[in-house]
């Protein structure tokens, strides 16, 4: 059994947009990353991935639209579409995803962590 607070794994980390692994179930990975700016453009081809909203406000754009949320607001982003994700002030936010699924998607960006790891 796994089993957690996210109060105190958030506090356990500082830096932004280097997601940490916090669970795993049936091959998915929960994530949870302290955000503050914004992420590169990018899509992830074969797989779709959901934000939760834990603190602060957090926003993903896409290229037609621009998705704003607060505590306790999800999305999901479609596979294939290309999307970044963005907060004028720092947020905490929670990832689902395929295990292994390299936070950058499709392109490599030396200012952003690829891969998540558990904590």
């Known amino acids: 059994m796994d089993q957690g607070n996210l109060t105190q794994k958030?506090?356990?980390f500082s830096e932004h947009w280097q997601p940490k692994v916090i669970s795993a179930l049936n091959?998915?990975?929960v994530k949870i990353v302290k955000v503050q700016g914004i992420f590169p453009w990018h899509r992830h081809e074969d797989l779709?991935?959901?934000f939760l909203v834990w603190k602060g406000r957090f926003?993903?754009?896409f290229r037609d639209r621009v998705v704003e949320m607060g505590p306790g607001d999800y999305v999901v982003v479609?596979?294939?579409v290309?999307?970044?994700t963005a907060a004028d002030e720092e947020a905490e936010v929670l990832i689902?995803?395929?295990g292994g699924t390299l936070n950058t998607g499709?392109?490599?960006d030396d200012n952003f962590t690829n891969e998540a790891v558990r904590i």
């Open 10 to 12: 958030f506090s356990l």
């Open 27 to 29: 091959g998915q990975e």
């Open 48 to 50: 779709e991935e959901m």
């Open 59 to 61: 926003r993903v754009e």
């Open 78 to 80: 479609p596979r294939g």
């Open 82 to 84: 290309e999307h970044r």
């Open 96 to 98: 689902f995803e395929p």
């Open 106 to 108: 499709n392109i490599v």
